[in-house]
Nanobody, 124 residues
């Protein structure tokens, strides 16, 4: 079992930056992939980014490439999402995810565990 707690959400103006953090506990942290998803108002939850257990493989949805960076610190059991050049369409609840099936080459990530989410609001 893995427990995930997100932090770092908030209100920011368009063009600004935020860094989300997700602290994991439970199973040994380095042994599984991690990722971020988001759900905008009135929309389905969508994939944002994922990273393998080594930190050497990352995968992003097209809409955030070049603006968002996912990283992890296995010593702190934490995964991060650095979000730059934020746009109003990035407004959503952002969810941390862990474990499950991940393939950057195959272009998919199906998590096994979810956090409670943190709100990100980008004003125009």
């Amino acid at each position: 079992q893995v427990q995930l707690v997100e932090s770092g959400g908030g209100l920011v103006q368009a063009g600004g930056s935020l860094r989300l953090s997700c602290a994991a506990s439970g199973r040994t942290f380095p042994n599984y992939a991690m990722g971020w998803f988001r759900r905008a108002p009135g929309k389905e939850r969508e994939f944002v980014a994922a990273i393998d257990w080594t930190g050497g493989s990352t995968y992003y949805t097209d809409s955030v490439k070049g603006r968002f960076t996912i990283s992890r610190d296995n010593a702190k059991d934490t995964v991060y999402l650095q979000m730059n050049s934020l746009k109003p369409e990035d407004t959503a609840v952002y969810y941390c995810a862990a474990d499950g099936e991940y393939s950057a080459g195959g272009g998919y990530y199906y998590p096994a565990y979810w956090g409670q989410g943190t709100q990100v609001t980008v004003s125009s």
